[in-house]
């Protein structure tokens, strides 16, 4: 199962200073080793969640640093999204997740709502495309009527 989750590589390195911190030097938030870390083992996590969830997806885990260290999964064109509270207790480096939301990225994207799970959120933006491929296919109907009419191929 590890070989279907690959870790992709930060756009910028972070760099270890004195007490703790791994941060890039863009960053400047003085991001902590223990959050990127956290944010690292969380991801993987997910990622073998949605393993079991969706079997046959590649789930790729990406963990990124903007004013803290963050994470999503990618399998193909869809996304999951992590969105966490930092307000609680005991430093930056503490999180509760709030909610997870799906994204799949095609033209046009679809973003879904923010849900409790991750295989809800899925689910819910599966049902969003499929409204959306509805609708593609409805204009795709009428314009073969129309072709047919006119008698343009």
């Given amino acids: 199962m590890k070989k279907a989750i690959q870790e992709s590589r930060y ?21 902590t080793k223990r959050e990127h870390d956290r944010a690292q083992k969380e991801a993987y996590k997910l990622a073998l969640r949605m393993q079991q969830a969706y079997p046959g997806v590649k789930w790729v885990t990406r963990v990124w640093e903007n004013l803290g260290w963050h994470y999503q999964i990618s399998g193909g064109a869809f996304e999951v999204h992590v969105m966490k509270d930092r307000n609680i207790p005991g430093g930056r480096h503490c999180w509760r997740i709030l909610s997870y939301s799906a994204w799949l990225q095609t033209s046009p994207q ?37 072709n047919s009419a006119t008698k343009i191929k």
């Avoid at 791994?22 to 938030?29: L, M, N, Q, S």
């Avoid at 973003?111 to 959120?121: C, L, N, R």
């Fill in 110 to 146: 679809i973003i879904g709502d923010d849900k409790a799970t991750p295989e809800v959120a899925v689910q819910d933006l599966l049902a969003k495309a499929e409204k959306v491929w509805k609708e593609v296919c409805l204009i795709r109907k009428n314009v073969v009527k129309l």
């Fill in 11 to 31: 756009s910028k390195p972070a760099r270890h200073l004195p007490g703790g911190i791994f941060c890039a030097p863009w960053c400047g938030a003085n991001c």
